[in-house]
């Protein structure tokens, strides 16, 4: 058996720790071990992290670092660093700097000629997709949506013909209006994913359409309850057709006479998801048919 004791810590560093996302269990021996050994730990939430370390029999000096003041607390840190001393810092779940705290403190970290070293362990994001059976290859991390519906929409609207799929948290009372939006700028068709609750008694994994998931949480409050990741599946592969659609070089054409063909070409290309090649020669097309109609 691998004896977690024999973690080293250097002074001066440091170690970025991931910690459980539900499952008390999931804690690595290295996160284990240098929570032990280290000489303090910048905590999210002191009472969520003091739980986790007496849960474990450890006692440590906690300090807390929150979004509003890691700017200020990283210059403590420094200091404390160039004492020799070893740090540990985590947040409330999963690994520190994903959508919490960490990033602006890693980065002073490292400007001030001082090491950051990371511990992984748990994190949402990859749990969620590990068991989603996605089949794209890859994926997007989005963090949190804008809780507001117009602002929520307008993000999901640069997803609409991604061939990748797209990880979101969002909050619990807001699930219901997410997945109302994912149906409006989608459509009732486009695969989703909820993993809810990770790790947790009560894990729950919904793999259907937008419109059917919509009707789930609809149905079930319970699927408005605990910790929610979102995951928008890649859209459908665009039907291979030599045809623009009468609608796209309506468009095009207004565009094209207000402004430079590529550009005019580009704005349609986004809009539509055919490909911009094709609507520029297009749009040459149309401007060579007006200058001779003219003449």
Not at 20 to 47: H, K, M, Q, Y
Not at 74 to 84: F, K, S
Not at 226 to 242: K, M, R, Y
Not at 280 to 292: F, G, N, P, R, T
Request: net charge negative.
């Amino acid at each position: 058996m691998i004896d977690s004791a024999q973690e080293t810590l250097v002074n001066g560093t440091l170690y970025v720790v991931a910690t459980p996302i539900g499952n008390l269990a999931d804690i690595t021996l290295r996160a284990f071990a240098a929570l032990s050994r280290c000489d303090l730990v910048l905590a999210e939430d002191t009472r969520v992290t003091g739980s986790l370390l007496a849960a474990y029999g450890i006692s440590k000096k906690l300090v807390s670092l929150r979004e509003h003041n890691e700017r200020e607390m990283a210059e403590r840190v420094i200091v404390w660093l160039q004492e020799g001393q070893c740090i540990v810092q985590v947040s409330d779940a999963g690994t520190p700097g994903i959508s919490d705290p960490g990033a602006r403190l890693a980065a002073a970290v490292w400007q001030a000629g001082l090491k950051v070293c990371p511990l992984p362990g748990p994190s949402a994001v990859v749990t969620a997709m590990s068991a989603a059976g996605l089949e794209t290859g890859q994926f997007q991390f989005a963090g949190f949506l804008p809780p507001k519906s117009g602002a929520r929409k307008k993000r999901m609207e640069n997803w609409l013909h991604a061939d990748y799929a797209v990880i979101c948290y969002e909050a619990p009372h807001r699930i219901l209006d997410c997945v109302t939006d994912a149906v409006a700028v989608y459509g009732s068709e486009r695969r989703l994913v909820l993993a809810r609750e990770l790790t947790k008694t009560f894990e729950t994994f919904i793999r259907t359409t937008a419109g059917e998931l919509l009707d789930i949480i609809k149905q079930d409050s319970n699927q408005q309850r605990g910790e929610c990741v979102l995951i928008i599946d890649a859209a459908p592969p665009q039907p291979d057709s030599d045809e623009v659609p009468a609608a796209a070089q309506q468009l095009l054409s207004q565009l094209v006479e207000a402004m430079p063909t590529k550009q005019a070409a580009g704005i349609v290309a986004e809009f539509t998801g055919i490909s911009r090649k094709k609507l520029y020669d297009l749009a040459l097309e149309m401007k060579k048919s007006a200058i001779d109609d003219e003449n």
